[in-house]
């Protein structure tokens, strides 16, 4: 029989057609209507082909819950996965189904189905393991193409942002019990947020006839009345179409708001929003859910959920057969026959596993009344048919069947409190042998639970219920008179499958639908010794869809629990993790995407720098010049490589705004620097520099930087670019933690200053002509010292001081000049060449002098022994960080890897940073027994000034190498590339132009 | 995210904040006179139990400061926050304290949802 | 002050402030050498703002004051103040007036918007009238100062073009 239209429904705008395809083929549906809903609408029955064994499936549910329709909505982003019974339509959607070929109908991996006594339980822990070779060229390839469910999209094009709330109070579901507890906090002093998954409030209310009045209204018109007393209040909000998603310590929701819910989305704007929320207390009303019975071919088109039949009847007025079969073990499914019959159709049996006594005698009469055949103490054995339900077989008794015809089957197995979220929040949960589920127990946070998911089922009661455990909080008070339709007196008797005959290896009786788990895996489970609840879980991957076993879990366990003969309780249940649902990552990334990613750090003269075709690199959040193009078809190798060799010939300047800069001041400053630094500053004399070194207290190298000491009592610090926030930090911990009786304060500046390099033996002469009221002569401003004095009214500073082993300045100067200084440096250093170079000319120049940089030479296994930087260390100082560990055994070792430089014999080759250092010039082929490893190189780079290649290594006792010859391990081939070991200072090395 | 309550500045979101490891771990004084069993002890050794655990936080993304918490590591609720220059208060008087006899607290630990 | 945006009842501005950070112990004799400065005492509470035409004084924690000068000084004059109370050891003050950029965020809608970058309790009960935080905003640290009926945001200058894409993407999204 095709479905028919219910004139009353609260969901679908009746004049609002909308067109979609499915598979191609255009439908018509109204807005409102899901995919789900439309379709069966249109009587289209087979939605999709399962997981592993590619069986036709239908439309099992009508919500969130749903294990097989699920569908690829083809659009931007490709949206796979998708629940047919949840998405809404929208004019032009393209639906297609998924995990099928060619076709739904014509599907060649339905071939599967024949082969399934191979597929059985942890069948991939059996399979696939040779002959050897075939992993990688066949079953691998062929696996990846036919496995997975759906196709991601091509690109990341998704938009989404994240909403964070503070709330005193949420509200999760805004069914009756959510609705009854907004509406008493009402203008509250709390502030209270109302979460509903749905476009709709109402929840149960909307999704039958089960509460026939409330206050003597129609239901809708307390609905809509609520809803316009909460949009009014001053305290409450609604969020709809928001699924919490996961409930995390402390109090902490998230929520996924779909804001595009029956509309085609619009990319310029954010098509998701994740809803991070912090509240006080947590009221759960999120309601229960339906599940089913496994019978054989329980997964037929055609079989779907009772409830969801009701609801798509209710809520979207779509009877998808005017006559099925009813097959229930509990008082639930009366109100589906009533609106069955109150539409004037019938069903073809109602068929209660109850026995008379429970099914009470109002519901005989009513069934003796309106003429529907029914059977107690009876089951399903099974259906029958060609890619839908044709055949129903009845059990009517121990050993006699009958069959009867229809296209669906409803069934109801029992209800479970929706315990996703509650268990999520660390709540414990206790087995209810009368209502033969799982109900909410002890909470771990603020937590309440209201209604059905509290396993209050009666109505009538849920007004009480609230008033009780709401109390704390001095809520208003409401009416609320409750009329219902139903029974108030729930009843269910225990069954989770029936007895099915065998009749091919076709049939069937599943017990995950999405992941195409069936009873007998089970079994065959347990007899495979996985008697614990998660290894079974694991082992069969029942309920790890992306339904979660939503409809199935609670069954499987009461089935476990029969073959292991342990109470329910006692089996347990597997930790039920977040999200509820599937969770897109365009949600959680938000805006932190692309450009987005990371915040972004720029010096005060950023803009001149791209100005001048500099191209960047990332050291940590900053943008750092790498290197300038001189024209745009210079490569990286010619433009380091010139203004390499112009920064010695006249003079280079680098951005170092990047660098950190710390202000150290107080009573105890010199003793505190003297502990935080290997070096001694006791004797230092005021307004002079000194480069200092970091260790942590396992005695190795943690950062460096150079001391700029006023007094006693005053010093400025630098640091690495990268290291700056956590020197800052280290130093407040000891201040705060260890040394509190110091009177010390430490502050950043790193942003206060722009900072500017100039090196090359012509850079006096540039500084000189800018800054005319300085003296820059040797005898006066002698290699590490510093001059502070004014500069337009701002106070600014000059270090004589270089990494690049040239005669060199770093300049201080408030950010507001620093453009303009910047600029009149090159306007007095162009007649000199001055040349701007980057990050790589700095390493380069460096390295030739054999200077370290942290990170590079060091990697946290590095002390400063190691570097041959005993002289920076002040031996007669008591105590400072790390001054203990340079005494371990470890690091006392004669042949720990040290500092060392190497260069090749032929001077032509390159090495490569990172190779290893090895004794043979050639590996063994076949390599037996490992190659000793000396040592790595640390950093190389083609020197222009010498015009061959310098490195840098680390190699064990590099010390006493010096002059030997070793070999580079070569990557290409397996030649090496002879070495010798030198001074690790490759120019200048008595620092003639440094002092000049 | 969990919600802790930094003594400066209220009640903040766990992202402002940096776990600092173990509390009340003095730098020895007298360094020189320790072996290397005994100052290797200080300087890679800490505790990590399963239940109650003095450690320190920084609100790092805040006001910078330093204090103490003692924290369940198994249901990860903060019982006590104090400053550093309060006094550290004794391990008896929480009442979520290890009851099982393999030590793990009895309840919402994650690794079971079922009410024994 | 130069507008950034305006729309859906949030107005940023961006706005330029000298400032300076001041250390030290907020014990009677400190307040005796910063009110002798300037003529205002500072703020004894935590996080407490104390304003009035010329400063907008703020403790950021025990041992930590933020001074905002409200209307621009010459700038010979903020070194002179500085240089007097550092010339006392118990007391830092850096200079801060060059290195920070500032925000000023106002509008009906101001709670939500600074909610979809920051996690931060805006709410009057949590975040009230004359008090700041440092808190994390659009992943950077930042400052915020509650005035009566806007907010000023501070943070490094360095990430000034950063924060302000945010702030006009999160307005336009």
């Known amino acids: 029989m095709s479905a028919l239209d219910n004139k009353k429904s609260s969901y679908i705008k009746k004049n609002k057609k909308v067109s979609f395809t499915f598979d191609g083929k255009k439908y018509y549906g109204y807005k409102g209507d899901t995919i789900a809903s439309a379709l069966l609408r249109n009587n289209v029955r087979l939605i999709a082909r399962s997981f592993k064994y590619h069986r036709p499936r239908g439309i099992y549910t009508c919500g969130i819950e749903e294990p097989n329709a699920i569908v690829q909505i083809l659009n931007e982003h490709n949206e796979p996965n998708a629940r047919a019974t949840v998405k809404q339509i929208y004019e032009g959607m393209k639906v297609d189904s998924q995990n099928r070929w060619p076709s739904l109908n014509l599907d060649i991996g339905s071939i599967n189905n024949l082969l399934s006594p191979m597929f059985s339980a942890g069948f991939y822990y059996k399979t696939f393991m040779g002959p050897k070779g075939f992993w990688k060229k066949i079953y691998e390839p062929i696996i990846r193409r036919t496995a997975g469910l759906g196709k991601p999209p091509k690109e990341f094009r998704s938009k989404s942002i994240h909403q964070n709330h503070n709330v005193d109070i949420v509200i999760v579901g805004a069914g009756l019990s959510g609705l009854i507890a907004a509406r008493k906090l009402i203008d509250t002093e709390y502030d209270v947020l109302l979460l509903e998954q749905d476009s709709f409030l109402g929840g149960v209310l909307k999704n039958s006839n089960k509460v026939e009045q409330i206050n003597n209204q129609e239901v809708n018109k307390w609905i809509k009345e609520t809803e316009r007393l909460i949009k009014i209040s001053t305290n409450i909000k609604i969020l709809k179409n928001s699924l919490v998603t996961s409930y995390n310590f402390t109090n902490h929701l998230i929520a996924l708001e779909d804001k595009f819910a029956g509309k085609a989305i619009d990319t310029s704007k954010s098509e998701l929003t994740l809803h991070k929320i912090r509240t006080t207390h947590t009221i759960l009303a999120n309601g229960h859910i339906e599940r089913f019975i496994s019978f054989r071919n329980n997964d037929l088109p055609g079989v779907m959920l009772a409830s969801s039949f009701e609801k798509y009847i209710h809520r979207y007025g779509v009877i998808p057969e005017t006559n099925p079969v009813i097959f229930t073990n509990n008082s639930t499914t009366v109100t589906l026959l009533k609106s069955l019959v109150d539409l004037g159709h019938k069903p073809v049996a109602y068929v209660d596993a109850r026995d008379k006594n429970k099914i009470g005698k109002k519901l005989l009469t009513y069934l003796k009344k309106n003429n529907i055949p029914f059977y107690f103490n009876a089951e399903i054995e099974g259906c029958d048919g060609n890619k839908k339900v044709e055949t129903i077989s009845i059990r009517k008794n121990k050993n006699k069947i009958i069959k009867v015809k229809s296209s669906m089957l409803c069934v109801s197995g029992g209800i479970n409190p929706d315990i996703h979220l509650f268990t999520q929040s660390k709540g414990l949960v206790k087995w209810d042998d009368k209502l033969i589920t799982f109900k909410p127990d002890v909470p771990f946070q603020n937590t309440i639970t209201i209604g059905s998911v509290s396993g209050n089922y009666n109505y009538e009661k849920t007004h009480d219920e609230i008033n009780n455990k709401l109390s704390f909080l001095k809520p208003k008070n409401i009416e609320m008179k409750i009329k219902i339709n139903d029974t108030n007196n729930f009843n269910i008797k225990e069954l989770w499958e029936t007895r099915h005959e065998k009749k091919s290896n076709w049939s069937k009786s599943f017990i995950d639908l999405h992941n195409d788990v069936t009873t007998k895996d089970l079994k065959q489970a347990v007899v495979e010794g996985f008697d614990r609840i998660e290894h079974l879980k694991r082992f069969t991957t029942n309920s790890m869809g992306t339904d979660q076993g939503k409809i199935s879990s609670i069954n499987s366990l009461g089935i476990v629990s029969k073959i292991l003969k342990k109470e329910i309780s006692e089996v347990g249940t597997t930790t039920y993790r977040p999200p509820y649902a599937p969770l897109s990552f365009s949600a959680i990334a938000g805006r932190n995407t692309y450009e987005f990613y990371d915040p972004q750090r720029k010096t005060p003269i950023h803009n001149w720098h791209i100005n001048n075709k500099a191209i960047f690199e990332d050291v940590g959040q900053w943008k750092r010049p790498w290197y300038f193009k001189e024209h745009d078809s210079e490569t990286m190798h010619q433009a380091v490589q010139r203004e390499s060799k112009q920064t010695r010939q006249t003079a280079g300047i680098l951005d170092g705004s990047t660098l950190g800069k710390i202000e150290i001041k107080g009573k105890d400053a010199l003793e505190f620097m003297n502990l935080m630094y290997t070096n001694p500053f006791t004797k230092m004399k005021p307004m002079t520099s000194r480069y200092a070194l970091m260790l942590g207290e396992d005695g190795m190298i943690k950062d460096d930087g150079i001391v700029c000491k006023f007094n006693d009592k005053h010093f400025i610090a630098t640091t690495t670019s990268g290291g700056a926030p956590k020197v800052l930090a280290d130093m407040e911990e000891y201040l705060q933690t260890e040394w509190p009786h110091l009177q010390v304060y430490v502050n950043s500046i790193t942003e206060q200053f722009t900072t500017f390099n100039i090196s090359g033996p012509k850079s006096r002469d540039i500084m000189s002509k800018v800054f005319t009221e300085v003296d820059f002569s040797n005898e006066n401003f002698p290699f590490m010292t510093f001059k502070v004095f004014n500069y337009k009214g701002t106070e600014a500073r000059i270090m004589r001081a270089s990494f690049t082993g040239e005669l060199g300045y770093e300049i201080y100067i408030t950010p507001n000049h620093g453009l303009e200084l910047w600029k009149r440096i090159f306007h007095h250093g162009n007649v000199f060449d001055l040349v701007p170079y980057g990050t790589e000319t700095m390493h380069l120049l460096r390295a030739e002098k054999g200077y370290v940089v942290i990170g590079q030479e060091t990697d946290g296994t590095v002390t400063p022994i190691d570097l041959n930087f005993n002289w920076m260390i002040g031996k007669k100082k008591k105590d400072f960080i790390g001054k203990r560990s340079l005494t371990r055994s470890d690091t006392a070792r004669e042949d720990r890897k040290q500092l060392v430089g190497i260069v090749p014999l032929d001077k032509s080759e390159f090495i490569e940073e990172g190779q290893h250092v090895v004794e043979r010039e050639r590996l063994p082929n076949p390599i037996k027994t490992p190659v000793e490893y000396l040592g790595h190189v640390s950093s190389s780079y083609h020197s222009p000034n010498l015009n061959h290649c310098i490195a840098m290594a680390m190699i064990k006792g590099g010390n006493k190498l010096m002059g030997k010859k070793l070999f580079i391990s070569s990557s290409y081939g397996t030649k090496n590339i002879a070495v010798e070991v030198v001074s690790p200072v490759f120019i200048d090395p008595e620092n003639k132009r440094l002092t000049s | 995210m969990i919600l802790i309550n930094c003594p400066y500045c209220g009640e903040r979101d766990q992202s402002e904040f940096s776990n600092g490891g173990e509390a009340h771990v003095a730098r020895p004084e007298n360094s020189d006179s320790l072996n290397d069993k005994d100052w290797g002890q200080y300087v890679f050794y800490r505790d990590n139990p399963k239940g109650i655990f003095y450690e320190r936080w920084v609100h790092s993304h805040g006001c910078r400061k330093w204090f103490n918490a003692v924290r369940n590591t198994a249901t990860d609720e903060i019982l006590k926050i104090y400053k550093v220059d309060e006094k550290t208060p004794k391990i008896d008087s929480f009442t979520n304290t290890l009851k099982t006899p393999s030590g793990e607290p009895k309840v919402g630990s994650g690794n079971f949802t079922v009410k024994k | ?173």
């Open chain 3, 1 to 173: 002050m130069t507008k950034l945006l305006s729309s859906r009842d949030i107005d940023i501005s961006q706005r330029n402030f000298q400032q300076i950070i001041i250390r030290g112990d907020g014990k009677d004799r400190f307040n005796q050498i910063i009110n002798k400065e300037i003529s205002i005492i500072p703020p004894s509470k935590n996080l407490e703002v104390t304003k009035d035409d010329r400063f907008m004084f703020a403790k950021n924690s025990f041992d930590q004051w933020s001074l905002i000068y409200l209307v621009e000084r010459d700038y010979k004059e903020i070194l002179k103040f500085i240089s007097n109370i550092n010339s006392n050891d118990e007391i830092l003050a850096s200079d801060y007036s060059y290195g920070q950029v500032y925000f000023e965020i106002s509008g009906k809608n101001r709670n939500e918007f600074l909610n979809k970058l920051t996690h931060f309790d805006l709410r009057l009960k949590k975040f009230p009238v004359f008090s700041m935080a440092q808190t994390l905003i659009a992943k950077i640290d930042c400052s915020i100062y509650h005035l009566k009926d806007r907010y000023i945001v501070t943070c490094n200058r360095s990430f000034e073009d950063y924060f302000k894409e945010r702030l006009k993407d999160t307005a336009n999204i």
